[in-house]
């Protein structure tokens, strides 16, 4: 999952790192309205400061690159979406979608057809 889900406005945030899966993860203190969110991987803080959803989300797929980590199988589409279409990093060919055996060569087929129904 990329949003592990909202925690409790009063939770720590360090409280709760244990709990976390080692992909990077958005955690929402409180609503994802607020700027209440932050970026972890491996259990780890990424930022400090708490941020607010969509920067989160830009940091979260930055950490991916900057890791160069293959996406969650489980979120791969919706990361690759927004790899796509709001980020415009379109490689002709290939994916950072770990398929169950191998890295994946072509793109989604679910993915283009969004792009081209948004378009």
């Given amino acids: 999952r990329v949003l592990q889900g909202t925690q409790d406005e009063g939770r720590n945030i360090t409280e709760i790192l244990c709990e976390l899966p080692c992909t990077p993860t958005i955690v929402a203190l409180g609503s994802i309205f607020q700027k209440k969110c932050f970026v972890t991987c ?36 919706t990361l690759e979406f927004l790899q796509r279409e709001m980020f415009t990093i379109n490689p002709p060919s290939g994916s950072k979608c770990m398929n169950a055996r191998k890295l994946r060569k072509a793109v989604s087929c679910k993915i283009m057809t969004l792009m081209h129904h948004l378009r």
Wanted: aromatic content about 20%; glycine content about 0%; hydrophobic content about 45%.
């Fill in 42 to 77: 491996e259990q780890q803080i990424l930022f400090a400061e708490p941020v607010d959803f969509s920067e989160a989300t830009c940091l979260l797929l930055l950490s991916y690159y900057v890791f160069n980590l293959p996406y969650a199988y489980t979120v791969a589409t």
